[in-house]
């Protein structure tokens, strides 16, 4: 069974500063995704990873993927205050199992 | 989140009570998804379905049924709720993989049991 631990759950930190949250996986899967959610919202997606090695930014935000590690990083650079919110990643199941498995989160606070 | 919609947005049941949670979506999409969300354990996969007429169970069935008699519509029930089924429930759907990446999330359901 496909599981997905994301660390640290609680990240406080101050504006200007870098950062980075990180997303382990315990099978092969094919496709990563990260969320945003504000409180009391539904879920915003931010990226898509597709491959090894694949990298995609938005503005203070970068996604990464190593699919041999198991591993994907949302690196946050040079914070501001609206980038509080709680992120997730989510991991889909090969093809034929199409569970998608979210990690438990990571609730950023940037302090001014 | 264009396109998913869940009712209803609120509703308190009592202890035994029965009720269903409709997720409709309008972009004909294979697979849906309903989740619920708990404070500190992110979004759990209660049942899930990859197309009309089927459905799975997800990592927390027990308590929920699930039914997708038509592709657009997948309905979620609590035969006889319970408190532990205080919770927002998520619906999401999204095309078959090999036709897309994105996945749409509907606003989520409020539900107490008291």
């Known amino acids: 069974e496909l599981k997905v631990e994301q660390n640290p759950l609680f990240l406080s930190m101050q504006e200007g500063k870098n950062y980075t949250i990180y997303c382990n996986y315990s099978t092969t899967s094919d496709r990563l995704y990260w969320y945003r959610q504000d409180p009391g919202k539904s879920l915003e997606s931010l990226f898509v990873?597709?491959?090894?090695?694949a990298v995609k930014q938005e503005g203070r935000l970068m996604a990464s993927l190593d699919t041999k590690a198991r591993l994907s990083t949302l690196h946050i650079t040079a914070a501001v205050h609206d980038l509080s919110a709680t992120y997730f990643c989510?991991?889909?199941?090969?093809?034929?199992?199409?569970?998608?498995?979210f990690g438990t989160g990571t609730r950023l606070t940037i302090i001014p | 989140n264009a396109g998913v919609t869940q009712t209803p947005k609120f509703r308190v049941l009592k202890t035994g009570q029965s009720m269903t949670l409709l997720c409709a979506q309008d972009m004909n999409h294979e697979y849906m998804y309903w989740y619920r969300q708990d404070p500190g354990m992110g979004l759990r996969l209660i049942h899930y379905s990859v197309g009309e007429g089927t459905t799975a169970k997800g990592e927390v069935p027990d308590g929920y049924n699930v039914s997708r008699l038509k592709k657009q519509n997948f309905l979620l029930g609590l035969e006889s709720a319970a408190p532990s089924q205080t919770s927002v429930y998520f619906c999401?759907?999204?095309?078959?993989?090999?036709?897309?990446?994105?996945?749409?999330f509907g606003e989520g359901s409020w539900l107490t049991v008291v």
């Open positions: 989510a991991v889909d199941g090969i093809f034929g199992n199409e569970k998608l498995t």
């Open positions: 999401a759907s999204r095309e078959a993989k090999s036709s897309g990446n994105t996945i749409y």
């Open positions: 990873l597709l491959s090894n090695g």
